[in-house]
T-cell receptor
Framework: TQLLEQSPQFLSIQEGENLTVYCNSS?????LQWYRQEPGEGPVLLVT?????EVKKLKRLTFQFGDARKDSSLHITAAQPGDTGLYLC???????????FGKGTTLSVSS | NAGVMQNPRHLVRRRGQEARLRCSPM?????VYWYRQLPEEGLKFMVY????????ESGMPKERFSAEFPKEGPSILRIQQVVRGDSAAYFC?????????????FGQGTRLTVV
């Protein structure tokens, strides 16, 4: 059973386009993280959200945590080729427990 | 990310041999997590350790796999009698001693190939 469902699984867009990646679950999470992973490397933490309804911005990236703390979204404005990579969401059911990961969204941005 | 050190980066083993993967957490971190990643799949949780204790090993196969995090030295993930299905990228992550929220910082991984 996949606790965290990410969609879409693959996304291929042109430079300058906007996109949204979704992370959904039937479980409530105490916190949710978004990571970006490049081929051959480990995941790099982008953001942590902990409060229902929370919105965080990181340059052109906007992260939102659902009011019920069961889902999250990542929105990228004006995508650039450097945004290409695997985006992973991960949640902790409670603080101090291991992170559960979604399968990820592979983003390809072409110029 | 650069603070969590894993070695070796690449490991080739013949079927039946043992594989030992090492992970040194970030300075000040006493929680270590091991994950396995297969192509086009997410990270699968294996085991969660604190210094000298296994907190959660629910994701680790009961046979051939073991993990430790001694008082001194790195955490070790040990796979005995490796089979081709063990080929994967293994990632270690660490987090602070009292995580308000579970933020894990990952190493660059060890790519195990069983031939």
């Amino acid at each position: 059973t996949q606790l965290l469902e990410q969609s879409p699984q693959f996304l291929s867009i042109q430079e300058g386009e906007n996109l949204t990646v979704y992370c959904n679950s039937s479980s409530v999470f105490s916190s949710l993280q978004w990571y970006r992973q490049e081929p051959g490397e480990g995941p790099v933490l982008l953001v942590t959200v902990v409060t229902g309804g929370e919105v965080k911005k990181l340059k052109r990236l906007t992260f939102q945590f659902g009011d019920a703390r069961k889902d999250s979204s990542l929105h990228i404005t004006a995508a650039q080729p450097g945004d290409t990579g695997l985006y992973l969401c991960a949640g902790a059911v409670q603080a101090g427990t291991a992170l559960i990961f979604g399968k990820g969204t592979t983003l390809s941005v072409s110029s | 990310n650069a603070g969590v050190m894993q070695n070796p980066r690449h490991l080739v083993r013949r079927r039946g041999q043992e594989a030992r993967l090492r992970c040194s957490p970030m300075k000040g971190h006493s929680h270590v997590y091991w994950y396995r990643q297969l192509p086009e799949e997410g990270l699968k949780f294996m085991v969660y350790l604190q210094k000298e204790n296994i907190i959660d090993e629910s994701g680790m196969p009961k046979e051939r796999f073991s993990a430790e995090f001694p008082k001194e030295g790195p955490s070790i993930l040990r796979i005995q009698q490796v089979v081709r299905g063990d080929s994967a990228a293994y990632f270690c992550a660490s987090s602070p001693s009292i995580p308000r929220n579970t933020e894990a910082f990952f190493g660059q991984g060890t790519r195990l190939t069983v031939v």
